[in-house]
């Protein structure tokens, strides 16, 4: 017997899916491929008013997906988001928080992460790019096998950048093994002592081709001083210019080899962070200088991968979800002019903040999902947060989470599916004290002492320290400028109850 259903959304044109619950029922799993950008604002793409770069291959995957408005990253900077988005559990819970080139694993193998999950599901699952989750148990060798690492933690293959491009080690490692290396000149790392096997930056600055903050000056490796020393290893350097070339081969070379299968391929990419070093064929792709080319740069990396999909027929069969690890940063330490060369453009979109900020620019990212069989292109108003991904995902594969697997994670299927603008009722921002958001209205709690370190005065970054309350309505004031905590004492006492229910205390700062 004919399915009335089918025949007649095949007449129409349309598809014969209509809901993820009916996907879910007839086991329909899509490929999975999350492109992880890395320091990249939400006004850093063409569909959200980017100025003086073109993104033309990320506004294509906007044009025929949704183009979330209101979505977070877990924190304002990188590692805590990425433990956050493959635990489904707030970073602060663990202390996670940015670490050493040679820093031991911060995911307990233990713990159920969301590539576990999908392999449960049936997904052959890969990571390619900035990993920056520590390897090892301490004291890492790095000429063997490194482990624990990504295939502990639920990967079946990894291609990785250690950590990220402006600390040591400054290799690739395939299946957590130094691609390329010799046994003759075994590699040798440290973050406390000095290592003479490379230039130093405090000692030969003539040497750089950006010069740099006190904290980058360890090691030149490429003609850039890096945080860290590094001793050995020289046939396994990687290129700098040459990267994004390496990391997007590898992951289209991971879809082709699982293209008969679901997979999930974690395309995590060194871009848009420092040091910007823009291939030959990306320089003056922008009026903005460094980072303005590789913005582009990144750009053509996700044009590659769509390119691939469709190469092998994927692409209504696969769910691309498009975002960034934390919120823009003009000055992280390396001179490449970025300030100077902005013009008009705003990173943020319009928001305030940047990474390492709680304001609102640190976790709202450019969040972009695309799956052709089952959602209808548009714009989203949801509030969701990036570590909801682990139980949301979940419900699509048909996976039941125990009440120990991500622990903070929400499932809000249908709004990352577009099939509702319901999100989240409340949100947590984590940088270096804590935001919530509930409908419009944005919380900052105090601390103690606002003063700012050193650190991070240098990167001209306001981190949204205050003693006193604040309270902001997004709706009128997106750049939250008019703190209104005077006005609403009763909110702000809603909210910071909200607040201490997230974090499990009673404490105001």
């Not at 903050?213 to 350097?237: C, F, P, T, V």
């Not at 679901?262 to 009026?287: G, M, T, W, Y």
């Not at 905590?485 to 009763?490: D, E, G, I, M, R």
Request: glycine share 10%; charged share 20%; with cysteine.
């Amino acid at each position: 017997m004919l399915n009335i259903k089918f025949v007649l959304l095949s007449f129409l044109g349309l598809s014969t899916f209509t809901s993820a619950q009916e996907i879910i029922i007839g086991k329909e799993k899509p490929n999975i491929v999350l492109i992880y950008v890395d320091d990249l604002g939400y006004g850093d793409i063409g569909i959200n008013g980017a100025i003086g770069v073109e993104t033309p291959n990320t506004d294509k995957l906007a044009a025929n997906g949704i183009n979330f408005t209101d979505a977070h990253s877990a924190a304002a900077t990188c590692t805590p988001s990425r433990y956050s988005l493959l635990t489904g559990q707030y970073a602060f819970r663990s202390k996670a928080q940015i670490i050493d080139g040679d820093a031991s694993l911060i995911i307990n193998p233990e713990v159920r992460t969301l590539p576990d999950m999908l392999k449960h599901a049936g997904y052959s699952t890969g990571v390619v790019g900035k990993w920056h989750l520590g390897l090892g148990n301490g004291n890492t060798n790095w000429n063997g096998r490194v482990h624990p690492g990504p295939k502990e933690v639920g990967f079946d293959y990894s291609f990785l950048i250690p950590s990220t491009g402006d600390r040591v080690p400054t290799v690739y490692l395939e299946n957590q093994k130094v691609v390329g290396l010799s046994a003759n000149d075994p590699i040798h790392v440290s973050y406390t002592e000095r290592l003479d096997g490379y230039p130093i930056g405090t000692e030969h600055p003539e040497l750089l081709k950006q010069h740099t903050d006190s904290q980058h000056l360890g090691s030149i490796i490429n003609g850039i001083s890096r945080i860290g020393y590094m001793k050995g290893g020289e046939s396994a350097l990687w290129v700098d210019e040459e990267i994004p070339f390496v990391l997007t081969n590898r992951a289209n070379s991971f879809i082709n080899t699982h293209a008969e299968k679901p997979f999930f391929l974690f395309f995590s990419l060194h871009d848009i962070h420092q040091p910007r070093i823009a291939n030959i064929k990306f320089v003056e792709a922008s009026s903005m200088g460094p980072r303005g080319d590789v913005i582009a740069q990144m750009d053509w990396c996700v044009g590659q991968v769509m390119g691939q999909l469709e190469k092998l027929g994927l692409t209504k069969d696969t769910m691309i979800i498009f975002t960034s690890d934390n919120g823009p940063i003009l000055d992280d330490g390396y001179l490449d002019y970025a300030p100077e060369l902005v013009g008009d453009h705003s990173p943020g979109g319009g928001f305030k903040g940047s990474k390492y900020s709680i304001y609102e620019a640190g976790t709202r990212m450019p969040t972009i999902v695309s799956w052709p069989k089952a959602i209808n292109p548009g714009t989203s108003h949801a509030l969701l947060s990036q570590v909801d991904l682990y139980a949301s995902l979940a419900k699509l594969v048909g996976q039941k989470l125990e009440k120990k697997d991500a622990p903070d994670s929400e499932e809000h299927l249908n709004a990352w599916l577009g099939k509702t603008s319901e999100g989240r009722k409340v949100l947590l921002e984590e940088a270096y004290t804590f935001g919530l958001r509930m409908g419009d209205y944005k919380y900052i709690m105090p601390k103690k002492s606002n003063e700012v370190p050193e650190w991070l005065v240098n990167k001209f970054v306001d981190p949204g320290f205050s003693t006193l309350p604040l309270l902001f309505n997004l709706k009128n004031d997106r750049s939250e400028e008019h703190n209104i905590a005077a006005q609403h004492p009763k909110i702000v006492e809603q909210m910071q109850q909200q607040l201490n229910k997230i974090l499990g205390t009673n404490e105001s700062h």
